[in-house]
């Protein structure tokens, strides 16, 4: 049986991964080569990324590969959203990248929409507004620290940056482009007028791409450094979101997904971006994917709540997901609930402190335990996932019918039963590794063995099993919302 293999770099916002995915004969395999933590760093109240330890840690597996003496075809990269590197004229990295978290754009949309308006904005865009997104950390960039701009020659998307490290080439991929709130969804083209109102215009890009282009092959040094030969760089889909929604193993159209990790995004697949008056007031995103669709979403705070609540519990006592889940069983149902999504929760010095304020603030039972505050938190995100859902459906020109959950959230069965029941509808959960999956298959299809997006999905179904979870309990999760709905707040 003929198959080949490819190398996947599978950032995310607390951890990453290099694995190795074998194709053939409509199978997909898949082995975990490494696996490392993704630390942000402070300095002096900002808050970077290592992008020089992400770099090494895809050497060292690459390095893995060649002392097996695995035969690789290409290697490809994604990461999280937003985040750019610097480039100076020189060709090197100016400077550690800013950490989306960093609190220098807490007040940068409005700053911005000053001069632009948030209706002109989302309306040329279709992204959800959030104080983050590329456009914003380039303003503020501007205002702070002009001196940067002045010297950068290209700004390069995590996964492009990465790509520009392994190979001395500069491109930028559309489904990472899509993130920043600088694209056209309809043209595919950077924004003139928003780039304008930062002193920029489209040739601070690399040279735009689309999944499946080659970017080049591995430089004369990242050779010597890993022992291997001319391996191809393939631009897969470099949001992680992206290549993750290419790996939902659907068979219709008739489906929402929800992408489960640090954060939660949930939406559908369409084939044309929907900016209307509904979208807008409901904060709809519209981002790009394979194969000319866009992904109709909207960002929820996702785990993030939990791993940081177990960052504080002291240490040498459990707090393994096994502990905590048994301990949430154990405590009343539907007692302390939040919006996941309030500013309070975006980065605090103390989470289990900011839900506690929450609940106190909303005149609720204050969690103490673990168990409670994991309650909490599951339930409070399945409630949410359920008012995201109802404003999908209202806009989706199509019945939803089932709830694919990917990624590492998909393997919590809490959280699928929870959800499922919330949401009233079926769950279908898995695959785990969606992200890593749709990054191999991108690069399987960039080298023929796939025709399009179905085949991929066709391909993953065959491969990974998914495990189905049925709504029940409606009455109780009726209540349950009722009470969400009068807690609920935006801004608290």
Known sequence: ??????????????????????????????????????????????????????????????????????????????????????????????????????????????????????????????????????????????????????????????????????????????????????????????????????????????????????????????????????????AVAGHDTASAVAAVPATDKNFAYLSSGTWSLMGIELDEPVITKESYEMNFTNEGGVDGTIRFLKNICGMWLLERCRQEWPEGEDSSYGELIDAALAVPAFRSLINPDAICFANPASMIAAIQNYCKETVQHIPVTKGEITRCIFESLSLRYRQILECLQKLASFPIQRLHVIGGGSKNNLLNTFTANATGVTVIAGPSEATAIGNIMLQAKAVGMVADIASMRSTIAASIPVQTFVPQDKAAWEKGYQHYQKIYRENI
């Open 1 to 234: 049986m003929k198959t080949t293999n490819f190398f996947a770099v599978d950032l995310g916002a607390t951890s990453g991964r290099t694995i190795l995915g074998t194709v053939g004969e409509g199978k997909l395999e898949m082995r975990e080569i490494t696996r490392f933590p993704n630390h942000i760093v402070e300095v002096n109240g900002h808050f970077y990324w290592d992008i020089y330890a992400l770099y090494l840690e895809i050497i060292k597996g690459l390095k893995c590969v060649a002392n097996e003496n695995i035969e690789i075809a290409s290697i490809g990269i994604d990461t999280w959203g937003v985040d750019f590197v610097c480039i100076g004229k020189d060709g090197e990295l100016l400077r550690q990248p800013y950490c989306y978290r960093d609190p220098h754009t807490t007040h940068a949309p409005e700053a911005y929409f000053s001069r632009i308006s948030r209706e002109q904005v989302y309306g040329k865009t279709g992204i959800q507004i959030m104080n983050f997104n590329s456009l914003f950390q380039l303003d503020t960039i501007r205002k702070n620290s002009p001196d940067l701009l002045s010297v950068t020659d290209k700004v390069l998307f995590m996964p492009d940056a990465l790509s520009y490290m392994l190979t001395g080439n500069k491109v930028t991929e559309y489904t990472i482009a899509s993130t920043s709130q600088i694209l056209n969804p309809e043209t595919k083209c950077f924004d003139a007028d928003l780039l304008k109102e930062v002193g920029l215009d489209e040739t601070i890009f690399g040279k735009f791409v689309y999944p499946g282009t080659c970017i080049g092959t591995l430089s004369e040094a990242v050779k010597k450094q890993t022992g291997l030969g001319d391996i191809k760089v393939i």
